[in-house]
């Protein structure tokens, strides 16, 4: 995955990495990073978030500019806009480049704002409840200050539709996310039986909408025909569609020398597995024991990957990634097309 990231950062002119420093390094940030300094010593997750800023071990924070960038340029300019090619660097138009910067800072809002923590289910080893409190309340500025300098420069494209699709992903976005909360208090979702298909649609709201529209946006910005247009859309829900059962998938396909890996009871490979197996032998598979050890946990991982559930998320991770590979036959060949099909290859390659 990082090699396929860096050979593609190559062919769209620079490191998406630093994408968003001018916003990241101005003064009102600098001023919230000095606060966050305040939280050292607790275990709140906007700490992890800032880290994540300057080194993501998964490299896939600054995932979703480069897909913009890189099916701009495997697009290249329309017939319809011969006139403004003077505008392209590297074959990408400049209002394409602030667009994978909007994304990127749309998404990065979205990753602060996931740092807010509920009080109410705090531990003691958590931190004081006063530092906690402002983290919280960090959380909930800085997020605020990202989006709304993303709003800016989104105006600043001067393009309704592209305006249209993009507040219509942040909508998305807070639908999926809303939902994700709402349900978590819920004995730990264990009452939401929501099915595979359902999974879907809450992954495309949370995870794929800002990519996909963001794809679709980019060939409006380059006024690509509507049939381009549904083939980037199409492009960027199915490679992020991929891309999230990739990371679902890692507690059950990876290596390691620890004891067990946290996976969520809401990933595919879970929901799955109660598909196949039943609603409630699933419902007893969990609340057998009395409370919840690391080894009930482990047996729990065990029993997953001994079913179908494992097998068949790879089987939909493939099947998501092969769409995306057809959206991109569209495409004429070239790098950039070649890196985005990479980028498939890498997220649906498992060990």
């Not at 590297?90 to 509920?118: C, D, K, M, P």
């Not at 380059?222 to 891309?243: L, N, R, T, V």
């Amino acid at each position: 995955w990082s090699q396929v990231v860096s050979e593609a950062e190559k062919i769209v002119g620079y490191p998406t990495s630093f994408m968003s420093l001018r916003c990241l390094l101005s003064d009102e940030l600098s001023n919230i990073a000095m606060q966050v300094r305040k939280l050292v010593g607790t275990k709140h997750p906007l700490l992890d978030t800032a880290r994540g800023f300057v080194y993501d071990s998964r490299n896939n924070l600054q995932m979703r500019g480069l897909v913009v960038l890189l099916i701009s340029k495997a697009a290249g300019p329309s017939t319809a806009e011969l006139s403004f090619q003077h505008d392209m660097v590297s074959g990408i138009y400049s209002s394409q480049r602030s667009l994978a910067e909007i994304t990127e800072l749309i998404h990065t809002a979205f990753l602060v704002h996931r740092g807010i923590v509920n009080i109410g289910e705090l531990k003691s080893c958590d931190g004081p409840l006063k530092d906690m409190q402002f983290g919280n309340k960090m959380a909930v500025l800085s997020g605020d200050f990202l989006l709304a300098n993303a709003c800016t420069s989104l105006a600043q494209l001067q393009n309704t539709k592209v305006v249209e699709l993009i507040s219509s992903a942040i909508g998305d976005l807070v639908q999926g996310i809303y939902y994700e909360n709402s349900k978590s208090s819920e004995e730990n979702c264990l009452t939401d039986d929501i099915g595979i298909s359902r999974w879907k649609e809450q992954v495309f709201l949370s995870h794929s909408a800002l990519l996909a529209k963001s794809c679709q946006a980019a060939m409006e910005l380059a006024k690509h025909s509507p049939e381009i247009q549904d083939m980037a859309f199409q492009y960027g829900k199915h490679m992020s569609m991929s891309h999230k059962l990739h990371s679902d998938l890692q507690p059950f396909v990876r290596e390691s020398s620890n004891d067990t890996i946290a996976f969520s009871l809401n990933s595919a490979p879970a929901i799955l597995h109660q598909e196949f197996g039943g609603r409630e032998a699933w419902l007893k598979q969990i609340r057998e024991p009395p409370h919840r050890h690391a080894c009930v946990f482990q047996q729990l991982q065990e029993a997953i990957k001994a079913g179908k559930g494992v097998t068949s998320a790879i089987d939909l991770c493939r099947c998501h990634g092969n769409r995306a590979l057809a959206a991109l036959e569209r495409f004429p060949p070239s790098e950039a097309r070649d890196a985005l099909a990479n980028i498939v290859y890498a997220v649906t390659r498992f060990p």
